[in-house]
């Protein structure tokens, strides 16, 4: 009896050992898969031994982001909304309260005074004075998935759809066990581990007047790197540039940063502070960053480039 289970043993020890030697040793291979998200190109890659994980990452994530981006993220009136619209805005006003109200998802009524900067109309000044009454942040209240604020206000939370889209990419990572991949969301970007489990991942960074050009590469692993700029929807008129990051106090686009890009450890959050360097002055900026200690590049208007960040980290 004995040696029958001996027997038993060895020959599964037999089969098993090789099969695990196999699977131990097999190489990460990649795996692409890209879409058309949020308004803009999405795009990401995987590295894991085995193409079922694969495919059924690769699944759940497109039809995680179709369902994200069927919200109506812009023009949210009173009422009840989509629970996830209210774990975005939940967030949002976080930063907007530390950020002095740089970031305002109740900016909406301007920026659909402006036409969103689909064509080049600029509003009167009194129009835009008379909106201002309605942009404020502290008056959006919820209580479970209804919203309560002034009748006249409406909410655009745009500049944290994507940041929440990339948090529930980070999510899906964790729950499929895939420890090395990125996704790129229109230049907003999460990476998970090291690519391909050894080397950090090279991020380059945009030149704000340069479409093919960086100023600049970040090595990064385990985070989000997200870079709001004034060249991603804009128009021109007399020479001027007007673009689509509003100064929530002046209701006029922005001045004084033309681009700013932040690492961070969570997604919307991440998303919103990049979005309210944008609209601040560069003093401002500089000022929040090194109070708050956040990882930043800040690019001024002369092109000077503010690094706030672990000098190993850029090259």
Do not use: Q
Request: with cysteine.
């Amino acid at each position: 009896m004995r040696e029958r289970k001996f027997l038993f043993i060895f020959l599964c020890f037999s089969f098993l050992f090789p099969l695990l030697f196999i699977l131990f040793f097999i190489t990460l291979k990649e795996f692409t898969f890209e879409g058309f998200y949020f308004d803009t190109y999405v795009s990401g890659k995987i590295y894991v031994k085995n193409p079922i994980i694969a495919k059924n990452f690769i699944k759940d994530i497109k039809r995680e982001f179709e369902r994200i981006n069927s919200l109506e993220i812009m023009g949210i009136k009173n009422g009840v909304v989509d629970t996830t619209i209210v774990t975005i805005l939940k967030e949002a006003l976080f930063v907007s309260k530390n950020t002095n109200g740089y970031f305002d998802p109740s900016v909406d009524p301007i920026l659909k005074k402006w036409n969103y900067f689909k064509e080049p109309r600029i509003p009167y000044k009194e129009e835009i004075k008379a909106l201002l009454s309605f942009v404020d942040y502290k008056k959006i209240k919820f209580k479970k998935d209804t919203l309560f604020m002034p009748e006249e206000f409406s909410i655009n939370i745009g500049g944290a759809a994507k940041g929440y889209a990339l948090n529930r990419a980070k999510s899906l990572f964790n729950k499929y066990g895939i420890s090395s991949g990125l996704v790129n969301a229109g230049g907003d970007i999460l990476v998970v581990g090291k690519k391909r489990g050894k080397k950090d991942w090279r991020i380059g960074i945009r030149h704000p007047r340069d479409y093919n050009g960086i100023i600049g590469v970040l090595k990064v692993s385990d985070c989000f790197v997200f870079t709001s700029g004034d060249y991603e929807r804009y128009f021109m008129k007399e020479g001027k540039r007007y673009h689509h990051i509003v100064n929530p106090y002046s209701g006029y686009p922005s001045l004084g940063i033309i681009g700013a890009t932040v690492i961070a450890k969570e997604g919307i959050k991440g998303d919103c502070i990049a979005t309210a360097l944008m609209a601040m002055e560069i003093e401002k900026a500089i000022e929040f960053v090194k109070k708050n200690k956040i990882e930043a590049i800040l690019v001024d208007t002369a092109m000077n480039i503010h690094k706030f960040i672990d000098i190993k980290k850029y090259e």
